[in-house]
């Protein structure tokens, strides 16, 4: 009998038959997983870092507009101004409360002007108070309305309560205030009752470029990432304003306010006087040249013709300032002396329905 031999390979000595030859490229499970959790801890540990550095260092900065209007103060003339101002989210910046005669000197200018400010608690130049007020009356404005320049009692508003016999006065100016944060500063202060009469002094610093941002494009990056995971997340804050940044940083050159923007903002604050039955009046301030010439910037045409679209008083101080020299009533091309201050102050009396003090 013939035996078939079987053709069946045989299995190497001392190796299994069923297992696999395992290849090179072939990773074990335990492995792997290792590999997955280092880069997941690797990717936790940079974001933490990155949270952290945004923490310390970018969290809570303060706005780009609050530290240009730092950088201006040496550049004209006023580097005390920055112990005077301080930083806040809603305005970019605020006077300092309740400021006690902090003295402070314009050490650019021959002689140097020196004069003495003192605040509220709610930062306001201070003004007496006056029990009994028959009209309260409100100003708001630039540097020039604050009184840059001089002593808390020499304002045009602090002359303007004094010389009358029945009105309480208050100062909302603030030193390089646009229209913008004329606008929100009207609407958010905590008026014990409306006011009768608001006079609005804007347009020096909306003129003004600096970054070549706008107020409200400065706005939004100071509020950028607040909102969301950014309220929670300085890391996540900070990338939505880089983001928010180079989108604004794209557009063209620009000043604070375009002039449509200035009337707006304007505008704004006139109808916020007669939702509360107030007399809005804008006051066109002059600037030295003005004197000698009868060119109007732009800003000024703008605020004439809001003045006129939305039939409202306009005072326009620039033909009551010519005829007067320059030393009597300016000390910078838009700053004025005691006297400067006294002239506007008899101007605008009258058309503020006041009673004259005897």
């Known amino acids: 009998m013939i035996q078939h031999r079987s053709t069946k390979p045989m299995s190497p000595p001392g190796h299994a038959r069923d297992n696999p030859i395992p290849t090179s490229s072939a990773v074990p499970p335990i492995a792997g997983r290792r590999k997955a959790l280092f880069a997941v801890v690797l990717l936790l540990g940079a974001i933490a870092l990155g949270e952290g550095f945004c923490r310390l260092f970018l969290h809570g900065r303060p706005d780009a507009v609050w530290r240009l209007e730092q950088a201006q103060f040496s550049k004209t003339g006023f580097p005390s101004l920055a112990s005077v101002l301080e930083f806040d989210p809603d305005l970019f910046w605020r006077l300092r409360p309740s400021l006690a005669g902090y003295e402070l000197v314009a050490e650019k200018y021959y002689p140097p002007a020196k004069f003495s400010i003192s605040t509220d608690a709610l930062s306001c130049r201070l003004m007496p108070a006056r029990l009994g007020a028959g009209r309260h009356v409100v100003f708001l404005g630039d540097s020039s309305t604050v009184g840059l320049g001089v002593d808390d009692d020499q304002t045009y508003a602090s002359l303007i309560q004094a010389r009358s016999a029945d009105m309480q006065c208050r100062n909302l100016g603030c030193v ?18 409306p006011p009768d009469v608001v006079v609005m002094a804007f347009g020096v610093n909306d003129n003004l470029p600096w970054d070549n941002l706008g107020d409200a494009a400065h706005d939004r990056l100071l509020h950028c990432g607040t909102e969301g995971l950014g309220r929670v997340s300085a890391l996540v804050g900070a990338v939505e304003r880089a983001v928010l940044t180079m989108r604004l940083r794209s557009a063209a050159p620009r000043k604070r306010l375009t002039d ?11 109808q916020w006087c007669r939702s509360r039955r107030a007399e809005p009046i804008l006051l066109l301030w002059p600037y030295e040249p003005q004197l000698r010439t009868a060119l109007y910037n732009s800003k000024q045409t703008a605020m004439t013709q809001v003045a006129q679209r939305e039939r409202v008083r306009l ?5 009551v300032f010519k005829g007067h020299s320059r030393e009597a009533l300016f000390f910078t091309e838009v700053h004025l002396s005691a006297a400067g201050h006294s002239l506007v102050a008899d101007t605008l009396l009258p058309h503020l329905g006041g009673s004259a003090s005897p």
């Open 176 to 193: 390089g205030y646009t229209a913008y944060q004329g606008r929100r500063r009207l609407e958010t202060f905590p008026f014990e009752q």
């Open 260 to 270: 449509a923007e200035f009337a707006e903002q304007l505008g704004g604050m006139i």
């Open 315 to 319: 005072i326009d101080l620039v033909p």
